[in-house]
């Protein structure tokens, strides 16, 4: 267990309003990790962080947003979600004193877009 | 095209079988390589890490690196049908950076009993 949680759960929200979604750890870990993952397309990255007020984006970056003002929270914004943007998201991080990069990743939260 | 790739499956095989997933991938300058297991409804979870070619074992599981094929593979010895789950291909390391990694889309494992 990697200690982390993600809020909320499941969520279901209309077109064109914004949603956050949080990814909360307890261990004190650098990188944190944003991915959505989509029938036959895997996991792909959205946006990760390498530490307070330090992100990049992924592969898969339009219409999201990320923010680390803390290093134990890690939030992902939808500025105005789509259709297209309904998925199970993932949180994951990498664990200080890992071998190389292994990635332990957060329940996840299924967002709904109608 | 994708950099990550692995058969959909489904993958079924009976109990107590040897189950075999593999994977290819794309960048050569790939240096760490993983293997998940998901869970339906439920996150991945990691089961074998490797770095170096050649095998990697652990319990039931052994991980088969070849860099020069770029083909990276999990065998699960004695399958059961608890082991029935999607398996994860994860690539890292390379032109991507060290702390990102590129996920294939998954090969469903059925075991039956």
Redesign the interface.
Known sequence: DAGITQSPRHKVTETGTPVTLRCHQTENHR?MYW?RQDP??????IH?S?GVKDTDK?EVSDGYSVSRSKTEDFLLTLESATSSQTSVY?CAI?KQGA??????????TRLTVL | QKEVEQNSGPLSVPEGAIASLNCTYSDRGSQSFFWYRQYSGKSPELIMSIYSNGDKEDGRFTAQLNKASQYVSLLIRDSQPSDSATYLCAVGGGSGGYNKLIFGAGTRLAVHP
Do not use: M, V
Request: no cysteine; proline share 4%; net charge neutral.
């Open positions: 990188y991915y036959g397309h895997g996991l792909r990255l990760y390498y992924g993932f990498s071998t190389f990069n292994e990635q332990f990743f957060g329940p996840g």
